[in-house]
């Protein structure tokens, strides 16, 4: 099973060339980051884990361009986002940042989604937030229009929609990994199965009782059950965690390094280092 890594990277951590040289040369697999626009002060919505809103969400990098830096300096690391937002980006553009991305690493990147928890960063970019999950399905098929072989219109029900186009480059692999975020549940395995390769459930809570609805959900639409891949997100690791999640069929896990600086970072991964 792969072992990667997830950071809140922002101006005050560890930078991302300095931790993606660390990760590579100790051997983990990845490095997904996550992504806030930004946080509207008003903070109308919760914190989903209670409390107050850390300090980090609102100071993060984008994840795209810290991840550049990470595959400039690398040879191997995979390099992922857990997740991006895609309904608060221009989907041709968003299409062309990721496919630049993937060439420029040799196929290395993952496309984490998500449709996000805080209201007022989504209107902020326009957003119904009743309609954001069919948005996003639309939004995802126009960038796979946009990366097959030939120009590719497409016209969706929600107002998305692209010429037949010429634009390079194309992703290395013809499309990325895609990996769908979320709580589990009937709408989002349906989403699953139809649009991704898998599911990154936070934290991989509950894994056992919701593994078999998405299994079922997911050869229902067709797909080869050998070809689910299942990827929990921001895992505080213990050895038997890891074994159950191996034993599940996770071929990869993501650990959740602290939002720190140099110091503190490599001393957790020093530790991270006896599950590899």
Not at 6 to 32: C, H, K, M, N
Not at 66 to 92: R, S, Y
Request: proline residues 8%.
């Amino acid at each position: 099973m792969r072992i990667s890594t997830t950071i809140f990277l922002t101006d005050e951590t560890i930078s991302p060339v300095r931790l993606a040289r660390e990760l590579e040369q100790r051997g983990f697999a990845g490095l997904y980051l996550p992504e806030h626009t930004h946080i509207p002060v008003s903070r109308e919505t919760p914190y989903p884990a209670g409390g107050e809103l850390p300090r980090e969400y609102a100071r993060t990098l984008d994840p795209l361009v810290a991840l550049g830096q990470a595959a400039a300096v690398t040879e191997h690391l995979g390099l992922g986002t857990g997740i991006t937002l895609i309904t608060q980006h221009d989907p041709i553009v968003l299409a062309k940042q990721i496919a630049t991305l993937d060439h420029l690493s040799g196929g290395r990147f993952t496309l984490g989604l998500g449709f996000g928890w805080n209201r007022e960063e989504a209107a902020d970019h326009g957003v119904d937030w009743s309609t954001r999950r069919e948005l996003g399905r639309d939004r995802l098929d126009l960038m796979r229009a946009l990366w097959a072989p030939g120009p590719t219109a497409y016209e969706g029900e929600y107002g998305e929609s692209v010429r037949a186009s010429e634009v390079w480059p194309k992703p290395a692999g013809g499309a990325p990994r895609v990996l769908l975020g979320g709580a589990a549940g009937p709408r989002l395995f349906a989403q699953i199965a139809a649009q991704t390769d898998g599911w990154m459930p936070i934290g991989g809570r509950g894994l056992t009782e919701s593994l078999p609805v998405l299994r079922e959900a997911w050869e229902k639409a067709g797909r080869a059950p050998d070809t689910l891949q299942l990827v929990p997100y921001a895992v505080l690791p213990s050895p038997g965690k890891l074994a159950h999640y191996e034993e599940l069929g996770c071929e990869e896990v993501v650990l959740q390094l602290p939002p720190g600086d140099e110091r503190e970072v490599l001393e957790v991964l020093d530790g991270y280092a006896r599950y590899l």
